[in-house]
């Protein structure tokens, strides 16, 4: 099997849903200038309402898998929207104006509510995805590709797709364009500022949702503190892209989830000491009986993303296609 | 009331009174608490080290406005440091007045390393790369057991040597003058002196040239600039200086519990020890005394109410005392911003700031 292309396979399913999750933090970001700290929470709580309906419909419904899945993604979306709206309400709005932190923080607040009362909801146990739909597998080119893969990437492809039709296309789009140039000028000009940034929020929370869904069926599993991590790596996928602009989310989350997927496929090689052995003798006995003397291996696969974040943030402030230049003090 | 306090706070004779009578007061707290249980000794000085862990965090985050998300790192390479040079692991047993110092340099190389590449990063991307940064460290001492093992991985370091001066073990019971001195106990009092100490160095340092300089940063970097301040140096200071306060916190850690793992040093934590930041009131050493002090007993006292209290009234345990904390934790955070973002007791310059509307 070849390890190169089935790595950019799995870097690229995973990458979409990066860059769905990174969506909702560069939209937030564009338009109000503010990190939105608690968005990896709300994708957790997609996936767990996403699954707890999943796992409810196939264990008493006879509906056909497909329309199982539909109605755990429909059913988490609007869940998902309120939690968004209500974050913008009690979090953000009262504290619009105010310096940086203080948003940030309530931020943090509100990640750790949502946290807790999943876990009261829920359960520490994990929930897991029945399996209801066939997976088959094909084989590309000596890859494996499955059937939820291609899935996952089609769906956020069109989800892409139709984020960019209501940015580009629609009225709201217009006035989320005009308060994020200037919020003053746009509310001057007829623009209902509070109602934009609130269905910014909202957007981003739905596409949260679906992304939730989507993570949840590939790893089969879901639990309430999922979304911590998954946040900060589609965070480092918004700032990679250049943060406020939706195309470098896309592109910024695909990018980051091939690097992490080829990193962690190469990294155990690449920091093989074997390949040094004849440095001490006693490496090579080690070598010679363990065929491996590995510095990083692959359990190391959640620094990469910390790693490009710091590396975009140094070298690069703007990401690879942001306008702003600079994000100095 | 009021006014008759702060009357007597400046008559000088009355403060040496009032100093004399707090002072009296630390001292005869640990046995009047081992009156009440061993547990609570220990609960104290744990919120003793989370006082010198947020007097750190105040100088990057109070003095100098640099939000800093993974102070706990600083705390967990202080202690790893300490569980490192004293104990079996590598059979290495230095005493630690050796191993303090050598921990809170080493924790400060990481500061600097943090701060080197971070400096001309604005506020909130700041916050987020030191998260960042955090979980790396955690990632880290998680997995360095291959192929040299030096953390030991997620076992973490166990029979880590206590505080020793020739035959003076902290961590047994001596009798002195009458009085049973059991392990806790001596240790508060170590604890005591390093926070008088730190608290000092905190209060001096608010205002110095050193301190001005952090808060005209704080305030507007720019003019900062302009007035002559090596915004780059200052700044990396202060990263070096929270640090290192980090990484002695660290090291007394390890000593007094005797085992270190990569579960004690997780992002919750880093928020915890900024809560206590945010709730006491950025910049002031006294307000972030006040919050440390709030949140580290707070959920101690709930686990001890919360728990019967559920029980007398539903017969049975519905919410563990643990998410009530977490959820109350939260929901001071969200309110404190929304309602007196300058915290309980805020720094005067810093509540003009975080209440103007920029």
């Known amino acids: 099997m070849d390890i190169f292309l089935q790595q950019i396979i799995n870097g690229l399913t995973l990458g979409s849903v990066y860059a769905v999750v990174a969506l909702g933090y560069t939209m937030v970001y564009g338009i109000v200038q503010l990190i939105n700290f608690a968005h990896g929470e709300v994708v957790m709580v997609g996936a767990m309402v996403g699954l707890s309906v999943i796992g409810a419909l196939a264990a008493s419904s006879g509906l056909p898998p497909l329309v199982v899945v539909l109605a755990g993604a429909m059913s988490a979306v609007p869940v998902c929207m309120a939690v968004g709206y209500t974050m913008e309400r009690v979090a953000y709005r009262p504290l619009r104006g105010a310096p940086r932190l203080a948003p940030l923080i309530t931020a943090i607040g509100i990640s750790i509510i949502l946290q807790q009362v999943a876990m009261l909801v829920w359960s520490r146990n994990p929930l897991s995805f029945p399996q209801i739909v066939a997976n088959p597998v094909f084989e590309v080119a000596g890859a494996h590709v499955s059937a939820v893969q291609i899935a996952i990437v089609s769906v956020s492809v069109l989800m892409m797709a139709v984020l960019t039709l209501i940015v580009y296309r629609t009225r709201l789009g217009v006035a989320m364009r005009a308060t994020s140039e200037n919020a003053q000028m746009a509310g001057l000009m007829g623009v209902n500022v509070n109602q934009v940034i609130a269905a910014t929020f909202v957007i981003g929370a739905a596409l949260a949702a679906i992304a939730g869904v989507m993570i949840g069926t590939y790893y089969g599993i879901a639990h309430y503190k999922m979304g911590a991590l998954l946040g900060m790596k589609a965070f480092a996928a918004a700032v990679l892209g250049g943060i406020g602009n939706l195309a470098g989310a896309m592109l910024g989350g695909i990018l980051l989830g091939v690097v992490e997927a080829l990193g962690t496929g190469y990294i155990g090689e690449l920091t093989d000491l074997c390949h040094i052995d004849w440095i001490s003798t006693s490496l090579a006995q080690r070598c010679a009986e363990d065929g491996h003397v590995v510095v990083f291996g692959s359990n190391y696969q959640d620094v990469f993303a910390f790693v490009v974040l710091i590396l975009v943030l140094v070298f690069r402030p703007s990401g690879l296609l942001g306008e702003r230049v600079g994000d100095r003090a | ?358």
């Open chain 2, 1 to 358: 009331m009021a006014e008759a306090i702060k009357q007597s706070v400046r008559n000088p004779a009355m403060r040496w009174v009032g100093i004399v009578l707090v002072a009296a007061a630390l001292t005869a707290l640990p046995f009047v608490l081992a009156q009440v249980g061993t547990a609570w000794v220990r609960i104290t000085n744990l919120a003793i080290l989370f006082i010198l862990l947020s007097l750190g965090l105040n100088i990057v985050v109070g003095f100098a406005g640099l939000l800093d998300l993974g102070y706990i790192a600083f705390y967990g390479v202080g202690a790893y440091t300490y569980a490192i040079l004293a104990s079996p692991h590598f059979g290495l047993h230095l005493p630690f007045w050796i191993i303090l110092p050598i921990g809170a340099l080493v924790a400060c190389i990481f500061g600097v390393l943090l701060g080197a590449p971070t400096l001309k990063l604005r506020g909130d991307y700041l916050a987020i790369v030191t998260l960042g940064f955090g979980e790396i460290v955690r990632i880290f001492l998680n997995n360095l057991a291959q192929p040299v093992n030096i953390t030991n991985g997620p076992r973490g370091i166990t029979l880590i040597d206590p505080f020793r001066v020739g035959g003076f073990n902290f961590s047994r019971t001596s009798s002195i003058a009458g009085l049973d001195f059991s392990g806790p106990i001596k240790y508060y009092y170590l604890l005591l002196v390093v926070l008088v100490l730190v608290v000092v160095v905190n209060l001096r340092l608010e205002n110095s040239r050193v301190g001005r300089a952090w808060m005209a940063i704080r305030e507007d970097e720019l003019a900062a600039q302009a007035m002559g301040i090596n915004t780059r140096n200052v700044k990396l200071l202060a990263f070096a200086m929270g640090a290192s306060f980090g990484g002695i916190a660290g090291g007394m850690f390890s000593a007094m519990q005797g085992f270190v793992s990569p579960e004690s040093f997780v992002l919750v934590e880093s928020i915890m020890v900024l809560a206590m930041v945010v709730l006491g009131g950025m910049g002031n050493v006294w307000g972030v005394i006040i919050g440390a002090l709030l949140l580290s007993f707070g959920p101690e006292i709930l686990r001890y109410t919360v728990a019967p209290i559920q029980y007398a009234i539903f017969g049975k345990l519905l919410i563990e005392p643990e998410v009530i904390r977490m959820l109350l934790f939260g929901l001071a955070l969200v309110l404190m911003m929304l309602y007196r973002p300058a915290g309980l007791l805020p720094s005067a310059t810093r509540k003009r700031e975080l209440e103007e509307h920029d």
